[in-house]
């Protein structure tokens, strides 16, 4: 199963006949009602003043404090953490000016914003040795020292980032490496989407597959160490090694959502299924991720035990959601969801509807969520126990008039990952404005102008609880180098397909009435789901929705990230989606559009 954090390929939903007689809600002795929605405030953070053309001479009539001009789009690329002060926020810019060899402020750099500093300007290439270009998803460790930003360790030795005296010269950007070779030679696993471990000695990360000609992920903790003097491997240069590595796979039937026992096949809730790794919770006792769907075409954000292996799903909301954050006394959750959009309710709005077609689609359903560099992502606040019942949690931002420029302008979006102050009083996020060619053109929506100062088209923002007393900050336990129910990764291994299925007709039965027959067709290596069909007779799980109909999605990858499906849904013309994993263009020809409670919700228009 495969979903990056850029955007997974797969879509459509099934329009099937569907009888609700009753709405159950959650409601059991271990989880107490819903919280109260809580006041919020909400501020922007002062950015880099903007140039509105590539290479301009960034002047001291735009900056008088002399320290650069960023783009005007693309000039802030992501806002990370706070630091363990509460005050400072983390963000990744990029600098434009004019050619200039004095200049240092030039780039994609790492800066505090609140006050302003940056911390990569000027750095020299004798401490940044070895170094990789990506700075993405910055955070700081909790000695306010060191940020992790990309697969680096930007590090200001004995001083605080903060402080005057970590300056370039003392500054120096380590290299992560994993070893993937048997030997130790060579550069090391590619790392992407990095999160650091609140014990601050470990690293959780994703890294590509590529099986059967369609892109897939794994994810994977490791312990930091710290090689100052490296002998194999490269770079040859001070770095930081991951060890102990596990592969967050488990090493047994617990990773396998679909059981088959002969002609029978069963759904488990149970299992652990890592599509993409998003983090951990605050204390690190658990590891965050989107997984296999619980319910069909709905993707969403589930949290496991790193020591028992308990699963517990996060967000139920039938839209999408991967960027995650949980406050440091795991009491809250923050998120970036497509909620409130319909975007996704086309084939997800019908809830309670089994996760079989997902062995071809999931990709495809994933990607749905993003018309090309545009999401659709708004930030809110769930409490620890997360969506239930008709509780889906506090738009962070919904206060606001929905003028342009006001904090709940719907043509602004988040982007990953929002994050607690460690106090738990505050949550930073960024905001991206729509540009063309997702707004202008040929596309119904006209695009914006900015009211960003010099119309920048990124903004950082603060969300401000103001209710809240801040909670004290206590050691983390430090996690064990053994997770006991993953796989321990050895160099040169190749992680195995992570769905154990093979061809044939097996039957589901509805845990209240009723079965589904499915039909499963596995290529011919049988490394990967080519098709599956699924016929509803009186289907129920829970006694209160019952399924009749039949649905059948086909699925081919003309490349690695390119997913063609073809789903048939009680339609005669049948819908047939082209989407990129990595660039999420919705081409579609023939529509797929699902009817809950008299709202109809039609697919996305092709390009839109």
């Not at 299992?271 to 319910?295: L, N």
């Not at 992570?498 to 079965?515: C, D, E, N, R, V």
């Not at 499906?565 to 081409?587: C, E, K, M, Q, R």
Request: charged fraction near 15%; charge should be negative.
């Amino acid at each position: 199963m495969f979903n990056p954090c850029k955007e997974p390929p797969e879509a459509s939903t099934l329009f099937i006949v569907l009888r609700t007689i009753a709405v159950a809600v959650l409601s059991t002795a271990d989880v107490p009602p819903p919280p109260e929605p809580e006041p919020i405030e909400i501020t922007e953070l002062l950015l880099p003043p903007v140039l509105s053309t590539p290479g301009a001479l960034c002047t001291s009539e735009i900056n008088p404090l002399g320290t650069g001009c960023i783009l005007q789009q693309g000039g802030l690329l992501q806002t990370g953490s706070f630091l363990p002060d509460g005050n400072h926020v983390i963000a990744h810019v990029n600098y434009t000016d004019a050619p200039d060899p004095d200049n240092i402020y030039t780039g994609d750099q790492i800066i505090l914003i609140n006050p302003f500093k940056c911390i990569t300007c000027g750095v020299s290439p004798d401490n940044a040795q070895g170094r990789t270009d990506d700075l993405g998803y910055p955070q700081a460790f909790r000695d306010g020292k060191r940020i992790l930003a990309g697969a680096n360790i930007i590090d200001c030795g004995e001083f605080n980032l903060t402080s005057d005296q970590c300056s370039p010269e003392s500054t120096h950007i380590h290299p992560i490496r994993w070893n993937t070779a048997v030997d130790g030679t060579g550069e090391g696993g590619t790392l992407r989407e990095l999160r650091l471990h609140p014990d601050n000695i470990h690293l959780g990360f994703n890294s590509f597959t590529a099986t059967a000609g369609k892109l897939g992920q794994n994810g994977y903790v490791g312990r930091l160490v710290f090689n100052p003097s490296p002998t194999t491997g490269l770079p040859l240069a001070p770095r930081y090694d991951l060890t102990n590595v596990n592969l967050l796979l488990a090493n047994s039937t617990k990773n396998q959502p679909l059981l088959i026992d002969g002609n029978q096949l069963r759904i488990s809730n149970e299992a652990i299924t890592v599509g993409e790794f998003r983090g951990f919770s605050g204390t690190g006792r658990e590891a965050t991720y989107v997984g296999y769907p619980q319910e069909s075409s709905n993707i969403d954000v589930f949290a496991v035990d790193l020591t028992t292996g308990d699963v517990r799903r996060l967000t139920s909301h039938p839209e999408y959601c991967d960027p995650v954050d949980i406050s440091a006394d795991d009491e809250w959750i923050a998120i970036m969801d497509t909620r409130g959009s319909n975007r996704q309710m086309f084939m997800a709005g019908m809830r309670n509807v089994p996760p079989l077609t997902e062995l071809a689609s999931v990709t495809a359903a994933s990607s749905t969520r993003n018309n090309g560099a545009r999401r659709f992502f708004q930030p809110y606040l769930l409490d620890r126990y997360g969506d239930r019942g008709d509780y889906y949690g506090q738009r962070i931002n919904e206060a606001g008039d929905g003028s342009p420029g006001s904090i709940n302008d719907p043509n602004w979006n988040g982007g990953a990952d929002p994050r607690f102050s460690l106090d738990a009083t505050r949550l930073v996020y960024y905001q991206m404005l729509v540009v063309s060619p997702a707004c202008g053109g040929q596309n119904p929506l006209p695009c914006p102008n900015s009211t960003e100062p010099g119309g920048r088209t990124e903004r950082a923002m603060v969300a401000h609880f103001t209710s809240r007393k801040p909670i004290p900050i206590t050691p983390v336990e430090e996690l064990s180098d053994t997770i006991p129910w993953a796989t321990p990764y050895e160099p040169g291994s190749v992680p195995s397909a992570p769905l154990a299925i093979s061809s044939g007709t097996f039957t589901l039965q509805g845990a209240a009435a009723g079965s589904a027959q499915v039909t499963i067709a596995v290529n011919a290596d049988g490394t990967a789901i080519d098709s599956v069909a699924v016929t509803y007779t009186n289907f129920s799980d829970d006694g209160l929705t019952f399924l009749d109909g039949a649905e059948n999605v086909t699925t081919r990858n003309p490349s690695i990230t390119l997913n063609v499906v073809d789903w048939y849904s009680d339609l005669p013309d049948g819908f047939h989606l082209s989407i990129d994993a990595l660039t999420n263009i919705f081409d579609a020809n023939g529509t797929l559009s699902t009817t809950v409670n008299g709202t109809l919700y039609t697919q996305p228009a092709n390009g839109t």
